[in-house]
Antibody
Framework: EVQLVESGGGLVQPGGSLRLSCAVS????????MAWVRQAPGEGLEWVAS????????YYVHSVKGRFTISRDNAKNSLYLQMNSLGAEDTAVYYC????????????WGQGTLVTVSS | QSALTQPASVSGSPGQSITISCTGT?????????VSWYQQHPGKAPKLMIY???NRPSGVSNRFSGSKSGNTASLTISGLQAEDEADYYC???????????FGTGTKVTVL
């Protein structure tokens, strides 16, 4: 059974940092592009970042470039999102997702982890 | 970056067919066959319904179909059922920023 389990969310002050993790099982992690997608409370979905199978290529939405870093450890079947200089606009549920066809086709999702940026 | 444009809401009676549009530009929807559609029920993670414009993942009902014409992609739900009531989002690759972008979302109501 395919499983993606996010962790690391919580309450953080503006300007602070947080590292999200996504542990995956049930498929060959190193064969897939992976992504982070977020959803602010009551709002729509927003693609945040993607990484290629080997982790060498990484892409970000403009609003997080220079602040967020996506990474992966294929030996540990884990995806990460390092978030720095957090602002209120980053408050959201963060999902990790598997890209089925390397085309933004997210067929497996975690349950999400809530990040709240507030003083 | 600007989201793809979807109608805020679409409704239909059980058994009817409805279509949700997703309008972009030649840099995203119109330029690539990398359009996907997601269903999201309240408090749940999204579910992939269509990928690469018109492909259905294993396990998704054939009542769901996708298409594209020019800069507009469409999701059609035929034989509408109560369980189809949810939010729906499109997603596309955007070459101008080497990124992906979601649509604004459409709330589907089954009357």
């Amino acid at each position: 059974e395919v499983q993606l389990v996010e962790s690391g969310g919580g309450l953080v002050q503006p300007g602070g940092s947080l590292r999200l993790s996504c542990a995956v099982s049930g498929f060959t992690f190193s064969n897939y592009w992976m992504a982070w997608v977020r959803q602010a409370p009551g709002e729509g979905l927003e693609w945040v970042a993607s990484t290629k199978e080997g982790g060498s290529d990484k892409y970000y939405v403009h609003s997080v470039k220079g602040r967020f870093t996506i990474s992966r450890d294929n030996a540990k079947n884990s995806l990460y999102l390092q978030m720095n200089s957090l602002g209120a606009e980053d408050t959201a549920v963060y999902y990790c997702a598997r890209d089925l066809a390397a085309s933004g086709s997210y067929d497996c999702w975690g349950q999400g982890t809530l990040v709240t940026v507030s003083s | 970056q600007s989201a793809l444009t979807q109608p805020a809401s679409v409704s239909g009676s059980p058994g009817q067919s409805i279509t949700i549009s997703c309008t972009g530009t030649s840099s995203d929807v119109g330029g690539y066959n990398y359009v996907s559609w997601y269903q999201q029920h309240p408090g749940k993670a999204p579910k992939l319904m269509i990928y690469d414009v018109s492909n259905r993942p294993s396990g998704v009902s054939n009542r769901f179909s996708g298409s594209k014409s020019g800069n507009t992609a469409s999701l059609t739900i035929s034989g509408l059922q109560a369980e189809d009531e949810a939010d729906y989002y499109c997603n596309s690759y955007r070459s101008s920023s080497t990124s992906y972008v979601f649509g604004t979302g459409t709330k589907v109501t089954v009357l």
